[in-house]
């Protein structure tokens, strides 16, 4: 069990209500009045919601929640904010649709699948920010779809933090631990990368689970993904020769992915 489940920890479960549109899934604890709007984000800056961006490929924002609640509501939560990320299309097939993907069930869309599993993984303690809601909005045979999770309190993502200083020995082996941990749950990480991990004071969290699953634990993907990793830390320590990535912080990360 990960080490970070707490016994007292309230569970957390997903719903599905019908829109116009299409459907939205929630998670009861965290979005019970999740609304179309949300997914929206001129309904966030419309407010002066809107607290910052994150620009990669596309615009991921983020926003706080307890600015937009009514005057005579307190919220659950003044302190949370929120990333809402809309999904694209990678690779040559973005050229032909930039965001439509072919509607086969409401369960299988990718904004669903992925808020359904990290309910699974944060009910069960693992280091993942908290899941809030997804949106799906169908047209004929297709559907475009947006996610909302919690974002991670003070956490910053490995290449940034690496850009700026060192991990200690520790530290590479902690995060081997970790990602050993998703691993033995059968955990795959469709684009396990170094911007996917997050880091706080004192522990990671591996974020964005689009395409991935709870699988039967196999040599073979496992390793697959941590080739990916490495790649990763490779690729960007070529586009920044100061990144403080070794080949020993690398086999630091290994040693504490074979602790028992």
């Known amino acids: ?35 179309t709007e949300w997914f929206d984000v001129s309904f966030w800056q419309e407010k002066s919601a809107v607290t910052g961006s ?41 050229k032909l649709s930039k965001d439509k993907y072919l509607f086969t069930g409401l369960h299988k869309t990718r904004a669903v699948a992925e808020l359904a599993l990290l309910t699974q993984l944060f009910n069960e303690g693992f280091a993942v920010p908290r899941p809030i809601a997804a949106n799906v909005e169908r047209s004929g045979l297709y559907y475009r779809a947006d996610i909302i999770i919690e974002r991670v309190e003070g956490a910053q993502d490995l290449v940034a933090k690496l850009s700026k200083e ?33 880091i706080t004071d004192d522990e990671f969290y591996l974020i964005d689970f689009d395409r991935g699953e709870v699988r039967a634990p196999n040599a073979k993907w496992q390793g697959a993904n941590l080739e990916r990793l490495l790649r990763s830390f490779n690729k960007e320590k070529g586009k920044l020769p100061s990144l403080a990535f070794t080949e020993s912080d690398w086999q630091s990360l290994m040693k504490g992915y074979s602790k028992p």
């Not at 924002?61 to 005057?71: I, S």
């Not at 929120?82 to 999904?87: A, M, P």
């Not at 082996?173 to 997050?198: E, M, P, T, W």
Request: proline fraction near 5%; charge should be positive; glycine fraction near 6%.
């Open 1 to 35: 069990m990960p080490a970070n489940v707490q016994a007292d920890q309230p569970k957390i479960t997903m719903q599905i209500k019908q829109t116009s549109r299409g459907a939205i899934a929630y998670c009861v604890t965290a979005a019970q009045a999740s609304t």
């Open 166 to 198: 060192v991990m200690t020995d520790d530290q590479w082996q902690q995060l081997g631990h970790c990602i050993s941990k998703f691993h033995q749950r059968g955990v795959y990480h469709a684009d396990l990368n170094a911007k996917n991990i997050l």
């Open 54 to 94: 994150s620009k990669g490929r596309y615009t991921t924002w983020f926003v706080k929640p307890a600015l937009q609640a009514p005057q005579n509501e307190e919220p659950a939560d003044k302190e949370s904010e929120w990333v809402l990320r809309h999904y694209y299309r990678g690779g040559l097939i973005e």
